[in-house]
Nanobody, 125 residues
Framework: QVRLIESGGGLVQAGGSLRLSCAVS????????MAWFRQTPGKEREFVAAISGSGSTRYSDSAKGRFTISRDNTRNTGYLQMNSLKPEDTALYYC???????????????????WGQGTQVTVSS
């Protein structure tokens, strides 16, 4: 059974940084695709970043230049480094995994097979 457990969320001031982690069990992060999505109340879940098994990455326009997605195969964990955070980045952040590895990695949540429970990120102004 595949499980994804996010951690690293919290409260940070605007301009600050956070690193989210996604610990994966049941499958290797070295294969397939890992992604981060986020959601705020009343809105649809939106794509943030993704990384394929080959290391190909994809970012939303709002994440480009500020966020970096990566993975550590030895720890079987994915990461989202978020810098220069803004109040509009406040959301519940979800880790997702896709069995297939495609280049570039997809940005639609329908393409992802497994999801974590989410970790809350709150950015104060």
């Amino acid at each position: 059974q595949v499980r994804l457990i996010e951690s690293g969320g919290g409260l940070v001031q605007a301009g600050g940084s956070l690193r989210l982690s996604c610990a994966v069990s049941g499958r290797s992060v070295a294969s397939g695709t890992m992604a981060w999505f986020r959601q705020t109340p009343g809105k649809e879940r939106e794509f943030v970043a993704a990384i394929s098994g080959s290391g190909s990455t994809r970012y939303s326009d709002s994440a480009k230049g500020r966020f970096t997605i990566s993975r550590d195969n030895t720890r079987n964990t994915g990461y989202l480094q978020m810098n220069s955070l803004k109040p509009e980045d406040t959301a519940l952040y979800y880790c997702a995994r896709r069995v297939l590895a495609t280049t570039p990695p997809p940005s639609s949540e329908a393409d992802y097979n497994y999801w974590g429970q989410g970790t809350q990120v709150t950015v104060s102004s």
